[in-house]
Every structure is written in C-alpha cells, then in structure tokens.
C-alpha cells in the first residue's frame, strides 16, 4: 500500500513571497501517478497536477512548480510570488493499482 | 464551472437508510470517479467507472455501490448508514481512463444523524 505524508499542517505566508508545500510518499511499486489537488475555501477540489513515475522533469504552470524527485520520493510544489487567491488546502496524492492514497493536506494562507 | 453537476447539494438521512447521490460527468468525458471527504478519514478514492464498466475500485465500504448508465452519469448509493458516513462526496469526470486531468463537482454534503 502507498503511503503520503504531508508534514507541513499549515503554513502561512505575506503576499509576494515563494512557498513550498512538501509531499513524501512511499510505494513498492515502479508504476505509479502523482498528483496534487487544491481545495480552496469554497470547497470544491481542483486538480492541478498529474506526474507518472517515469518522468522526473519539473514541471511549471505560470506562478506553479513541481519537483519531482525520486531519489528522495518527493513530489513538492512551489507557488512562486503568492497570492491571497492561493490560500487553500493543497492536497498530494499516489496512484497505483486501484490504491489512491491523499496527504492529510497543508492548509497554506497567504496574508496581504 | 467545471462542468461536473452533483445533486443533492446537501442530505440529512438517519442511520440505517439509503441514499443515492448523482452526478453529471462534462460533456464527453468518459470516467467518472467518486471520493469521500470526512473529518475522520481525509480523503478517500471510492471508485471509477469508465463508460459504463468499473474500472477501479479504491476504498469504497460493502455497503456503499455506484454504477454508470449509458448516458455517462453515475449514482452513487450509500445504505445502512451509519453516523460515520457523513462526509463530502466529490464526483469528478475525466476524458479517458487515465487520471491526466479531472474535473470535479462541487460536492454533496451527507449528514446522517
């Protein structure tokens, strides 16, 4: 089974600064899909990003980045020059094999 | 608007009864998944169909069931239920099998009592 860790519950930033929210995960397995999804206050989910274990390249949408790193069995995002619409709970996820295994979340506030 | 409609928005039920919860996949959109978000459990993968055939099955309880019909959309069924099934149901509907990109509803909020 996999396994996603979240370590950081909450983090709160000023506006304008980078922010990286971590997520470790644990698998056997040599196939398998990452993903991290936003939920803002609203409370609807958005998908933001899927990663297959086959590719290691980061990946930057806009203000978004991921690092993928399978040497330490890291999927972190980075939103670079936050803004208060960031503020949400970012949610890290694993995929293989039937088994979708979420982070517990990290709730991140972004302050004007 | 992601496209993706789930109806009811909120339920109130008490224990031991049955509900069905619907949901509209975008137009087009061939998979259909369902998860469950509760205080207790985080998030949770339930299931995926693929037009019309279940096509992986992640954490979802004997007691709850779902199906997609022919038109793409899904019901998900919940019986016996119980205080700790109160949660969000979240629908979402992808273009093909994999998970490239999902689109999500806005949720159905169970409250049993």
């Known amino acids: 089974a996999q396994k996603v860790t979240q370590a950081q519950t909450e983090i709160s930033v000023v506006e304008k600064e980078d922010v990286t929210l971590d997520c470790v995960y644990e698998?056997?397995?040599?196939?398998?899909?990452l993903f991290w999804y936003k939920q803002p206050p609203s409370g609807e989910l958005v998908f933001l990003i899927r990663?297959?274990?086959?590719?290691?390249q980061n990946e930057i949408s806009g203000r978004y980045s991921w690092n993928f790193q399978k040497s330490t069995s890291s999927f972190n995002f980075t939103i670079t020059a936050s803004q208060v619409v960031d503020s949400a709970v970012y949610f890290c996820?694993?995929?293989?094999?039937?088994?979708?295994?979420f982070g517990a979340g990290t709730r991140l506030t972004v302050k004007p | 608007d992601s496209g993706v409609t789930q109806t009811p928005k909120h339920l109130i039920t008490a224990t031991g009864q049955r509900v069905t919860l619907r949901c509209s996949p975008r137009?087009?959109?061939?998979?259909v998944y369902w998860y469950q978000q509760s205080l207790d459990q985080g998030l949770q993968f339930l299931i995926q169909?693929?037009?019309?055939?279940?096509?992986a099955k992640g954490n979802i309880l004997e007691r709850f069931s779902a199906q997609q019909f022919p038109d793409l959309h899904s019901e998900l069924n919940l019986s016996s239920l119980e205080l700790g099934d109160s949660a969000l149901y979240f629908c979402?509907?992808?273009?093909?099998?994999?998970?490239?990109?999902?689109?999500f509803g806005p949720g159905t909020r169970l409250l049993v009592l």
């Open positions: 698998t056997r397995d040599t196939t398998y899909y």
């Open positions: 979402a509907s992808s273009p093909q099998l994999g998970r490239e990109t999902q689109y």
């Open positions: 996820a694993a995929y293989n094999n039937n088994d979708m295994r």
């Open positions: 990663r297959n274990s086959f590719d290691e």
């Open positions: 137009s087009g959109d061939l998979s």
């Open positions: 169909y693929y037009n019309g055939e279940e096509r």
